[in-house]
């Protein structure tokens, strides 16, 4: 059983258009990252949100951590195909270290 | 500065054989994590060290894995006999410090891919 629920699990969009995937679980987190992997590579860390309703941006991409500490999202505006890959969210909730859900695959068509 | 290196970057071998793989973190990272990936799945972590003391392997399945950090640097991971279910991506990771609440940085290194036969 998935401690963290992502979805969706497949997204395959066009160049240019706008994404959101999500992350949820029924635990509170003290803190939540998003990482980003690529085939044969070990995930690289996006961003780590820690306060409820907290919002962080990078670049195209838009973070939020839910009001609740519970939820995350990942906004991405006008796609491109170097954003292709499996995205990650991994919460921490003391005393245990993170853990990972299963992954958005996302696939950016030129 | 050098990422975390894993060794080898693909392994295939027959059920009931052995296996290991090694990994060297980032120096000064002080945290060594080992997960494990199965395809379509999210990284399960198998054993974390905070130098060379063990400071979480609940999800370690310990009848036929094991792993060791000696010195606080380089680390093993053992699988004993192995198993089909045990092909999957091997992945080490190395964080400078844990800091309760706040979140760390996990650097990864590329990953071993285990194919059990």
Redesign the interface.
């Known amino acids: 059983t998935?401690l963290?629920e992502?979805s969706p699990q497949f997204l395959s969009i066009q160049e240019g258009e706008n994404l959101t995937v999500y992350c949820n679980s029924s635990s509170v987190f003290?803190?939540?990252?998003w990482y980003r992997q690529e085939p044969?590579?070990?995930?690289?860390?996006l961003v780590?949100?820690?306060t409820g309703g907290e919002v962080k941006k990078l670049k195209r991409l838009t973070f939020q951590f839910g009001d609740a500490r519970k939820d995350s999202s990942l906004h991405i505006t006008a796609a491109q195909p170097g954003d292709t890959g499996l995205y990650?969210c991994?919460g921490?909730s003391?005393p245990?270290?993170?853990?990972?859900?299963?992954?958005t695959r996302l696939t950016v068509k030129p | 500065e050098a990422g975390?290196a894993q060794s080898p970057r693909y392994k295939i071998i027959e059920k009931r054989q052995s296996v290991a793989f090694w990994c060297n973190p980032i120096s000064g990272h002080a945290t060594l994590?080992w997960?494990q990936q199965i395809l379509?799945?999210?990284?399960?972590?198998l054993i974390?060290f905070q130098n060379n003391g063990v400071?979480?392997d609940?999800q370690l399945p310990k009848d036929r894995f094991s792993a060791e950090r000696l010195k606080g640097v380089d680390s093993t991971l053992k699988i004993q006999p192995a198993k089909l279910e045990d092909s999957a991506v091997y992945?080490c990771?190395s964080s400078f410090l844990?800091l309760?609440?706040?979140?760390h940085?996990?650097?990864?290194?590329?990953?071993t891919r285990l194919t059990v036969l």
């Open positions: 998935q963290l992502q003290s803190s939540l990252q044969g590579e070990g995930p690289v860390l780590t949100v820690v990650l991994a921490e003391l245990r270290d993170m853990r990972f859900g299963a992954g | 975390v994590y997960y379509g799945q999210g990284p399960k972590l974390q400071v979480d609940s992945l990771a844990r309760a609440g706040g979140g940085e996990q650097f990864f290194g590329p990953g």
